[in-house]
């Protein structure tokens, strides 16, 4: 068969375009078959060059710069939205989509009274109307730069477990705030030798205000005076701790000082992290997250480390949401998880009955106070001071240690830099 030239092919499309659009099925079939016979199309392409036309391939002009435009949907998120997005998602610790989603109006409130952000009134409306899922979608390649692991170094104190009630999961009572879970994160940083500073970390149930403490060591005076300190920063009364059966503890001297004060006290069951699962998430996202995995250990770093965590009480209680799992169901083999509306631990107070109006307005007092951004920037400083005075001695260790090097690197907090805070 001879092959047609381009202003034949041209010429042939523009007169069978029309005919097949008007022709019945069986017509189109014949159609189709004198086409492909006569110009060499495969069956596919011809169909679609008959239905749709040849605008798209030979209508074009292609000196014209809206020739070079994609086809398809008008990108909605534009590169400026994105840009405003990702702030904002950095200034509050990258939280997921439907976290982001629950503050978002709250934030930029916020952010533009402090003068940390400067949005036009399209991108404004465009951040605000955003979805959860699309949020993840537009973040996801941001979000895998921001990877860490870490381990446990509990040991067990039993002489005194028969005397503290246990308590699983089931048992809580989410209403009522001042029942905190507590535990100890290790900073040992891959080498358990010799004493390393922990961090006392404990969340109330109900509302999930964070409070942690960083220690000497897990001595129990230590644990105790920072429990002590923990009291007297809540915005509520404490009525109830429950621990895990580490012997820092399991011991006389805290049963008494419970006692004492009409505290309530009870533990987890051993090996059963779950029954301790508020505060053993928060180990990750509130200790982790923030301080890293180095080996902390001298008074100074135990100082920076108070010095974040100051900070983190405000920005972690006042700024960034959590959901709580409100219903579990079992089907089989399928396992059905329901939470209910992202909030701050301080809305939660704020909505909680039990909590009294004088600490309220306390609350609402000091949330008038403070920038996020700002806080932000503060730890991001502290952080960037302790993991380089952790990691100037890392190196003097870590080629006699057998732990691989990568599972006590500091976490990726500081990538907030480059996202222009």
Known sequence: MKELNLNTRKALISQLI???????????????????????????????????????????????????????RKRKYTAEIFDALIKVWAILNFPCGKRLKAIMKEIIE?????????????????????????????????????QIKGRSGTKPGSLLKHKIPIRTFADWDNAKP??????????????????????????????????????????????????????????????GINSDCGSEFINSHLIRYCHKHKVTFTRSRASKKNDNCYVEQKNYTAVRQTVGYYRYDTPREQALLNQIYAIYRLYGNFFLPQMKLTEKIRNGSKVT???????????????????????????????????????????????????????????????????????????QENLAYAYAL
């Not at 404004?124 to 993840?136: E, F, G, P, R």
């Not at 509302?207 to 000497?216: L, Q, R």
């Not at 509306?341 to 307005?361: C, D, F, H, I, M």
Request: with cysteine; charged share 30%.
């Open 18 to 72: 029309n005919r097949y659009k008007k022709s019945s099925k069986k017509s189109k079939s014949k159609l189709l078959d004198e086409f492909v016979a006569t110009i060499g199309y495969n069956r596919c392409y011809a169909r679609r060059i008959l239905r749709q036309g040849h605008k798209r391939r030979y209508e074009w002009n292609h000196s014209s710069p809206a020739s070079k435009k994609p086809p398809g």
């Open 110 to 146: 916020v952010l533009e009274k402090w003068g940390e952000i400067h949005l036009s009134e399209e991108i404004k409306a465009l951040l605000l109307v955003v979805s959860a899922s699309t949020i993840d979608r537009l973040l996801k390649a941001e979000r895998k730069k921001l």
């Open 178 to 239: 001042g029942f905190l879970q507590i535990d100890l994160v290790g900073h040992e940083g891959g080498n358990a030798r010799g004493d390393f500073c922990q961090t006392l970390d404990a969340t109330d149930v109900a509302t999930g205000w964070i409070d942690p403490e960083a220690i000497k060591n897990k001595a129990q005076v230590w644990v105790f005076k920072a429990l002590e300190h923990i009291r007297r920063r809540l915005p509520f009364p404490l009525l």
């Open 337 to 411: 998880k329901k939470y209910d509306r992202p909030q701050t631990p301080y809305a939660r107070a704020l909505a909680n009955a039990y909590v009294s109006g004088e600490a309220k307005e306390k609350l609402k007092q000091q949330y008038a106070t403070l920038n996020p951004a700002k806080l932000r920037r503060d730890m991001l400083l502290l952080q960037e001071k302790l993991h380089r005075l952790a990691s100037s001695k890392h190196n003097l260790w870590a080629s006699e240690s057998t732990t691989p090097v990568e599972s006590v690197v500091a976490p």
